[in-house]
């Protein structure tokens, strides 16, 4: 996601955020938090999109092992020997 347009304006709105707070003085002049309330929406989202991504990474591996047998199933079928260490 390093080419993602949402990163991207997040690091615009960064530093125009601290611009203002140089210039201005004021964190809670209103042009400031109009830029913080849009980076803050911007997170949101991001978060969203991470979160989503994260699932679908989740459930691709899950999908992965839906098949999987236990050691024992296998070992039997494949006449391996397995040890268990206690």
Do not use: W
Not at 42 to 59: D, G
Request: some cysteine; aromatic content about 4%; hydrophobic content about 40%.
């Amino acid at each position: 996601m390093e080419d993602c347009p949402i990163i991207h304006r997040l690091q615009l709105l960064q530093r125009r955020l601290q611009d203002m707070a140089n210039n201005l003085g004021n964190l809670t002049d209103p042009e400031i938090l109009k830029v913080s309330e849009e980076a803050d929406r911007l997170i949101v989202q991001l978060q969203k999109m991470y979160m989503e991504k994260a699932f679908e990474r989740q459930k691709g591996a899950q999908s992965l092992f839906s098949d999987a047998q236990p050691a024992e199933e296998l070992g039997q079928k494949a006449s391996a020997l397995f040890l268990k260490h206690s």
